[in-house]
């Protein structure tokens, strides 16, 4: 008998450990993992020797077609980039006024049309239309949303936002019932638009000054609202982008409490702090904040604290971004999905020793189990073959080129960083070896994300 792929001789990173073993891949799927397939044939085999064996990450937040206009556009684009770094499901938060149901048949067409590797669907919860018809979602396979707590700024740029305390206590008293999940952007944007008067105000520019306009206590003062409120209807959450030592400290005491509640970071807020010199180009919400904040993340992450690493990825061209040459004006957003494996590398693996373990655990398998992604993020029989190779020996000067993405720039401009995929397979099919695209679209589907039960 002949398989289709072998992957012979690498060190496979577990949750819980590291093991040298082999891995059998035929239909699409993890086949078995053994310690000799020497005597097994295949089409197509890859030598891992010295190199890391992981499940490809799933990206838990991302956002196709906001700057460019097109989610068909983006999602050839973008998976592509994200192939490149070792991205082999990412989410994607669809975003529309109206009704989702309206968009998903077109929506699922793009990504068999278009995408290079498997993506997943959530949607973004703005108003009462979108909870009326969220009994609905889950039967699509979608299992989470999105809520924007600032809700009344971006009622402010034509996006049709109801969201409020109200709104948040009607939409975790729904979740409860379905077994949805509420992922929450946490910024309390009243406290922020009051701060930030006195900023703009004052002439200062940069990143410290966008830190300033919305600092960590709007962020912090979101996150315990919601746990209160949560708490209250006792309703498990998420919290996205988490920037600040605030973080750890409620996780913390979710973990004392007993409570479910699942922290996000990103891999800009894990490399950078609001003294770079990567300048307007680092503009988002939250902000990229001190390094205090950024080595509590690090320490969570250690800790178990922190449990899934999402990019926002949100691509833009650097004409646009940097608008009129200002913080006030420069768009918010960039891409980043590529480096979410070079940044835990470089940056957590080797500065700080951060355990491979807990690399494959914050990049697939809390997402999978978060998100009810039940084929993936485990190296183990009957689970898709979503594989990445790793040489952590070779690092690569970081151009932006190199991850033929929609956006022209890249915050990672000349970082050398190492932890760059040697092959990254996607359903059994290689389809990135080197920083080169092997594959080809046409292959990928839209992955299922199952809700818990409710209850």
Same mark, same amino acid.
């Given at each position: ?54 499940? +490809?990450?799933?990206?838990?937040? &991302? /956002?196709?077609?906001?700057?460019? @206009? =097109?989610?068909? #556009?983006?999602? $050839? ?7 490149? +770094?070792?991205?082999?499901?990412? &989410? /994607?938060?669809?975003?529309?006024? @109206? =009704?989702?149901? #309206?968009?998903? $048949? ?350």
């Amino acid at each position: 008998m002949t398989v289709d792929l072998v992957v012979r001789n690498g060190n496979l990173v577990l949750p819980n450990g590291v093991v040298k073993a082999d891995v059998i891949v035929e239909g699409g799927k993890i086949a078995a993992l053994t310690k000799d397939s020497s005597s097994v044939k295949a089409d197509t085999t890859i030598d891992a020797k010295d190199k890391y064996v992981l499940p +490809g990450a799933i990206d838990p937040h &991302v /956002h196709f077609g906001i700057y460019s @206009g =097109s989610f068909e #556009k983006d999602v $050839g684009t973008e998976t592509r980039a994200m192939a490149l +770094g070792g991205v082999t499901t990412p &989410v /994607h938060y669809l975003q529309e006024n @109206g =009704s989702y149901l #309206k968009i998903l $048949g077109s929506s699922a067409k793009a990504v068999k049309d278009k995408a290079l590797v498997d993506v997943a669907f959530q949607v973004i919860l703005m108003n009462q239309g979108h909870l009326n018809e969220m009994p609905m979602y889950p039967d699509r396979g979608i299992s989470a949303g999105k809520i924007y707590m600032n809700g009344k700024e971006y009622k402010m740029i034509g996006i049709d936002s109801d969201v409020d305390d109200a709104f948040l206590y009607r939409a975790f008293n729904l979740c409860n019932k379905l077994g949805f999940l509420p992922k929450l952007h946490c910024e309390n944007y009243e406290l922020a638009k009051a701060i930030g008067e006195s900023v703009r105000g004052s002439g200062q520019q940069g990143l410290p000054a966008w830190d300033a306009f919305r600092p960590s206590v709007c962020e912090e003062e979101a996150m315990r609202r919601a746990y209160l409120i949560a708490g209250h209807t006792g309703t498990r959450f998420y919290i996205v982008h988490n920037t600040t030592a605030a973080a750890e400290r409620l996780s913390e005491q979710a973990v004392s409490e007993n409570r479910e509640v699942w922290f996000e970071t990103c891999p800009h807020y894990l490399t950078f702090t609001k003294d770079d010199e990567i300048g307007i180009l680092g503009k988002v919400n939250p902000p990229i904040r001190s390094e205090e904040d950024r080595e509590s993340l690090w320490n969570a992450l250690k800790r178990g604290l922190i449990h899934t690493i999402g990019s926002d990825h949100a691509p833009n061209m650097l004409s646009a971004k940097k608008g009129k040459g200002d913080i006030w004006t420069a768009l918010l957003g960039f891409g980043g999905s590529s480096f979410i494996f070079p940044t835990l590398f470089t940056e957590g693996v080797e500065k700080r020793g951060l355990p491979l373990t807990t690399v494959a655990r914050v990049t697939s398998f809390n997402a999978s189990r978060t998100h009810g992604i039940s084929s993936k993020g485990l190296l183990a029989p009957g689970y898709d073959a979503d594989v990445v190779v790793i040489d952590a020996k070779r690092y690569r000067k970081v151009e932006p080129a190199m991850v033929q993405s929609y956006a022209d720039y890249t915050l990672y401009d000349g970082r050398k960083m190492t932890g760059w995929p040697a092959y990254t397979i996607s359903g059994g099919r290689v389809v990135a070896q080197d920083l080169d695209i092997v594959g080809k679209p046409g292959v990928a589907r839209v992955a299922r994300c199952d809700t818990a039960k409710a209850g």
